[in-house]
């Protein structure tokens, strides 16, 4: 199965794309927590993604197209499925990831469209907060960690994303409505669209995403 999620920034892809990967056995592949990586690592890819990624515009579809053809590659092996969270972002980035799929004799199952207003992402990209080491993602408001501030898992003090400064959410989502949202006709021409309301609680977002993970579950 391969899962593709698409959405404006804070719309809670990456929320979902977590409690899948905690339900069944899946391979994650997020765009956005792949590039963050390089960059920490100071890695020569890290180094040409990061001004792209602090002034709110797309990496250039080469560079993550690569990323993606190597972590695909790197885990294939698993026969698990696959949820594609933040990519494709771009018509070409979906067009190559077809050609890979096709090499390896298989085709996207669904691609979630999360929709919700601006105002209301935008609360919940101020009140994100993320772990620095596991990249897990809080809300100081609507997913709170046990401790004040402070990671479950890791027990480290969480950070904010330096892209969560509101004049850059605004700059990613201008960006969304133009060159992502027109995947949402790409896929919908081939039948493999699901919009999922996204405004309401992450329980029963998660409820209607598993309903449909389950109806295509071979
Ligand atoms: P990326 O990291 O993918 O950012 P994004 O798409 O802008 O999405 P976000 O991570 O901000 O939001 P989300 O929808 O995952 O929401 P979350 O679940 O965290 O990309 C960052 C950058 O990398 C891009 O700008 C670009 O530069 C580059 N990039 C990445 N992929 C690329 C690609 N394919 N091509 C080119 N460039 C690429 O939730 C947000 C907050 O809300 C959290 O605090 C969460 O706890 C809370 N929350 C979640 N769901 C709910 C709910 N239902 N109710 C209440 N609160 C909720």
């Given at each position: 199965?391969?899962?593709?999620?698409?959405?404006?920034?804070?719309?809670?892809k990456?929320?979902?794309?977590?409690?899948l990967?905690?339900?069944?056995?899946?391979?994650?592949?997020?765009?956005?927590?792949?590039?963050?990586?390089?960059?920490?690592?100071?890695?020569?890819?890290?180094?040409?993604?990061?001004?792209?990624?602090?002034?709110?515009?797309?990496?250039?579809?080469?560079?993550?197209?690569?990323?993606?053809?190597?972590?695909?590659?790197?885990?294939?092996?698993?026969?698990?499925?696959?949820?594609?969270?933040?990519?494709?972002?771009?018509?070409?980035q979906?067009?190559?990831?077809?050609?890979?799929?096709?090499?390896r004799?298989?085709?996207?199952?669904?691609?979630?469209d999360?929709?919700?207003?601006?105002?209301?992402?935008?609360?919940?990209?101020?009140?994100?907060?993320?772990?620095?080491?596991?990249?897990?993602?809080?809300?100081?408001?609507?997913?709170?960690?046990?401790?004040?501030?402070?990671?479950?898992?890791?027990?480290?003090?969480?950070?904010?994303?330096?892209?969560?400064?509101?004049?850059?959410?605004?700059?990613?989502?201008?960006?969304?409505?133009?060159?992502?949202?027109p995947?949402?006709?790409?896929?919908?021409?081939?039948?493999?669209?699901?919009?999922?309301?996204?405004?309401?609680?992450?329980?029963?977002?998660?409820?209607?995403?598993?309903?449909?993970?389950?109806?295509?579950k071979?």
């Open positions: 199965m391969f899962i593709v999620f698409i959405g404006p920034p804070g719309v809670g990456g929320t979902q794309a977590n409690m990967v905690e339900k069944y056995p899946m391979v994650k592949i997020s765009t956005g927590d792949l590039l963050r990586e390089s960059i920490r690592d100071k890695s020569v890819l890290g180094e040409r993604a990061k001004g792209f990624m602090e002034r709110g515009e797309l990496v250039p579809d080469a560079l993550v197209i690569d990323l993606v053809n190597e972590k695909v590659n790197s885990t294939a092996a698993s026969g698990k499925s696959y949820i594609f969270d933040g990519f494709p972002r771009t018509i070409e979906a067009k190559e990831l077809d050609n890979l799929l096709e090499s004799s298989s085709k996207i199952s669904v691609a979630v999360f929709s919700m207003d601006e105002e209301e992402r935008i609360e919940r990209l101020s009140g994100r907060r993320m772990c620095p080491s596991c990249q897990r993602t809080y809300h100081i408001k609507f997913a709170k960690p046990k401790n004040d501030l402070t990671c479950d898992a890791c027990n480290i003090p969480l950070v904010q994303r330096s892209d969560d400064d509101e004049s850059v959410i605004r700059q990613r989502s201008s960006v969304y409505w133009d060159l992502t949202r995947l949402l006709d790409f896929y919908r021409k081939r039948n493999l669209l699901q919009t999922i309301d996204a405004s309401r609680n992450i329980d029963l977002v998660f409820s209607d995403l598993d309903r449909f993970i389950q109806k295509i071979p």
